[in-house]
Nanobody
């Protein structure tokens, strides 16, 4: 059983930067493809970014391309999301997710493990 704990969420001004983290335990981290999703109030949870277990593949949703960077440190069992040029529409609860398959996945149902989320609020 994999446990995921997100951290680093905060209130930031538009145009600012923030890095959120997700620490994994209870499994072999390097065996998992990791993803970030977000959910704004009243909206569906949506895919943000994912990174394959071998770091051979990375994907982003169009709205964050060029602004967000996903990375992982398998020695620290941690995946990161560096967010630059933040916009008010980036405000959401950000979730970390893991799947025990290689290759990028874009839908919630493809991820077996989820964290509790970390809140990112971007003020205008």
């Amino acid at each position: 059983q994999v446990q995921l704990v997100e951290s680093g969420g905060a209130l930031v001004q538009a145009g600012g930067s923030l890095r959120i983290s997700c620490a994994a335990s209870g499994g072999t981290f390097s065996s998992y493809t990791m993803g970030w999703f977000r959910q704004a109030p009243g909206k569906e949870r949506e895919f943000v970014a994912a990174i394959s277990r071998s770091v051979g593949s990375i994907a982003y949703t169009d709205s964050v391309k060029g602004r967000f960077t996903i990375s992982r440190d398998n020695a620290k069992n941690t995946v990161y999301l560096q967010m630059n040029s933040l916009k008010p529409e980036d405000t959401a609860l950000y979730y970390c997710a893991a799947r025990f398959r290689n290759g990028i996945a874009f839908t919630r149902s493809q991820y077996a493990y989820w964290g509790q989320g970390t809140q990112v609020t971007v003020s205008s």
